[in-house]
């Protein structure tokens, strides 16, 4: 069981780096997402660092902003078998 709760944490880790890359890519700041989004500043910086995971409704939010779909957002399965 302990596994599971690892792997859970890891995902909310590399779609934290998934939307990391996106934002760099659109060089769009975290606080900037926040603001566009709706989402307050301190729970996007805490989603953002992996320390906390985002909910379905943020992802499809931040998915609209960045202009891509919510499974763009989510990392490949190749990614999270290397960890």
Do not use: C, W, Y
């Not at 069981?1 to 998934?18: I, Q, T």
């Not at 499809?60 to 399965?77: G, S």
């Amino acid at each position: 069981m302990s596994e599971n709760v690892g792997a859970r944490g890891r995902l909310r880790e590399h779609v934290a780096e998934e939307i990391r890359v996106l934002l760099a890519r659109k060089r769009m700041s975290g606080s900037e997402l926040a603001r566009r989004t709706g989402i307050k500043q301190s729970t996007m910086s805490r989603r953002m660092t992996g320390e906390t995971a985002f909910d379905m409704d943020d992802l499809e939010a931040i998915a609209a902003v960045l202009e891509v779909e919510v499974a763009d957002l989510l990392p490949k399965t190749s990614a999270l078998k290397k960890v």
